[in-house]
Structures are given as structure tokens and as C-alpha cells.
Nanobody, 117 residues
Framework: VQLQACGRGLVQAGGSLRLSCAASGSITSIYSLGWYRQAPGKQRELVAT???????YYTDSVKGRFTISRDNAKNTVYLQMNSLKPEDTGVYYC????????????WGQGTLVTVSS
């Protein structure tokens, strides 16, 4: 299984950016897809997740600004980021969990988002 993230970019504060992440390979099911980010000098943190029943979760700092969605036919997850702030800067990683009981998650390679003030 491979996850390919796209959408890296440099935007000004207040701008928007859309990330996508496509899963490929031997995929029999996808329970949840998520986005994490890692700012310079900080630990990786959860940004948003979406499960197979389309339930979503957002960390408080992005609520109302970011929207996660998925296209099951394309095994792809998206992250629409609006009203970006400099503190949103970091490397964004997508993650896939095949089933709710999976012992292993699959990660994408990360894509850099830079928000200038």
C-alpha cells in the first residue's frame, strides 16, 4: 500500500490550499483517513480524520477553517484549508487505517505547507 500526497505550497496568511492523498496498492478496505502535521521543532499532531461512515474529527485549532473529505471510489482523502495562518506551517502527512482493528497504519511521504505572514 502506498499513499501519495499532493498539494504542497507557499501561501500568504488568509489564503487557501487544498491537499490530496491517494492510496494505491493492495487495498481491501479503508476504515479511516487522516491528516497530521509537524511544525519545525515540534511533534507531529493530528489535524483531522474521516472514517468510512464519513464521521469527522478536527483538532480545535483548525475547526471552522479546514474541511476533510474523501472519495471512496478514488481511495483519496482531501484537506481543504482556508483562512490559513502562519502557525499552520508544517509538513502535512496523510494516514490510512485499513480497518478499525488494524495493528498497522500507512503513511504518506509528507507535503510541505508554508504560510507567510
Amino acid at each position: 500500500v502506498q499513499l501519495q500526497a499532493c498539494g504542497r505550497g507557499l501561501v500568504q496568511a488568509g489564503g487557501s490550499l487544498r491537499l490530496s492523498c491517494a492510496a494505491s496498492g493492495s487495498i481491501t478496505s479503508i476504515y479511516s483517513l487522516g491528516w497530521y502535521r509537524q511544525a519545525p521543532g515540534k511533534q507531529r499532531e493530528l489535524v483531522a480524520t474521516i472514517t468510512s461512515d464519513s464521521s469527522t474529527y478536527y483538532t480545535d485549532s483548525v475547526k471552522g477553517r479546514f474541511t476533510i473529505s474523501r472519495d471512496n471510489a478514488k481511495n483519496t482523502v482531501y484537506l481543504q484549508m482556508n483562512s490559513l495562518k502562519p502557525e499552520d506551517t508544517g509538513v502535512y502527512y496523510c494516514k490510512m487505517r485499513p480497518t478499525s482493528w488494524s495493528a498497522r497504519d500507512y503513511w504518506g511521504q509528507g507535503t510541505l505547507v508554508t504560510v507567510s505572514s
